[in-house]
């Protein structure tokens, strides 16, 4: 188990880096299946599960390292899984795990929003409702009462359901409503630079330059990155000098 510890250490600071992800992940895999007793890619033969250590030595330690849980650490695994967008095997384990808000977001990034809606559906029967599982419906049925439904839901808490909102209304050409969801998203969430990107847009569609001005330079504070926010903020002052 002190064995496992440090390759599960190493696995994890490997894993922050591109060129050694893929063996990250699949050592982790591997410490795994080492205490399964089913046949699995990085465990082929019975002979492997048979010489595994035994309870006895596994725990012997059990207080002086830091090794997780088996469940904690198929649901670590399953995350990185879905940041490198292994999609199907981040969804086994979530599926297992019955971690089913991550179920929801698999099935959506591998373009089965039939089945999303179906284990959505099927929980918000079993478990109530959420907001999250509402947002997800409303993702999946374009119903803009479920927004609204997980935002009374949360009690103004939950401000995905606001930022999605707003993007409707500004793609509809609603810019004051588009402005009032996203102000209700940003007080809750205040760090989402494509929030206050979106806002700047739907300022300048009202030509309230000022508010587009600080929503642009709060968008540029969190990700310099953002080319359009550089070049709105500069035609806006370029705009006022004109008037000037």
């Known amino acids: 188990m002190i064995h496992s510890t440090g390759l599960?250490?190493?696995?994890?600071?490997?894993?922050e880096r591109r060129k050694?992800?893929?063996?990250?992940?699949?050592?982790?895999?591997?410490?795994?299946?080492?205490?399964?007793?089913?046949?699995?890619i990085t465990q082929s033969t019975f002979k492997c599960i048979e010489e595994s250590a035994p309870a006895q030595d596994r725990l012997r330690y059990l207080y002086s390292i830091v090794y997780p849980a088996q469940y904690e650490l198929k649901r670590d695994l399953a995350i990185r899984y879905l940041r490198c967008q292994v999609f199907m095997s981040a969804l086994n384990y979530f599926r297992e795990l019955e971690m089913w808000d991550e179920v929801v977001t698999c099935y959506q990034l591998m373009d089965k929003p039939h089945r999303a809606e179906l284990v959505v559906r099927e929980?918000?029967?079993?478990?109530?409702?959420?907001?999250?599982?509402?947002?997800?419906?409303?993702?999946?049925?374009?119903?803009?009462?479920?927004?609204?439904?997980?935002?009374?839901?949360?009690?103004?808490?939950?401000?995905?359901?606001?930022?999605?909102l707003?993007?409707?209304?500004?793609?509809?050409?609603?810019?004051a409503q588009?402005?009032?969801?996203?102000?209700?998203?940003l007080s809750v969430h205040p760090l989402v630079a494509t929030?206050?990107?979106?806002?700047?847009?739907?300022?300048?569609?009202?030509?309230r330059w000022d508010e587009a001005v600080q929503s642009f330079v709060r968008c540029v504070q969190q990700d310099m990155e953002i080319g359009e926010a550089w070049a709105n903020i500069g035609a806006i002052n370029m705009l006022s000098l004109i008037h000037i």
């Open 166 to 175: 707003g993007k409707i209304c500004y793609d509809r050409g609603d810019f």
């Open 195 to 207: 929030a206050w990107y979106l806002k700047g847009l739907a300022c300048m569609r009202l030509e």
């Open 178 to 185: 588009c402005i009032e969801n996203l102000d209700a998203a």
């Open 20 to 40: 050694t992800m893929d063996r990250a992940m699949l050592q982790i895999q591997a410490l795994i299946d080492q205490h399964t007793t089913k046949l699995t």
């Open 8 to 15: 599960l250490e190493r696995s994890w600071l490997e894993f």
């Open 123 to 164: 929980q918000l029967a079993k478990s109530g409702e959420t907001p999250y599982m509402l947002t997800s419906l409303a993702d999946l049925t374009r119903k803009e009462e479920y927004y609204n439904r997980a935002w009374e839901l949360s009690k103004g808490r939950f401000p995905r359901a606001k930022r999605t």
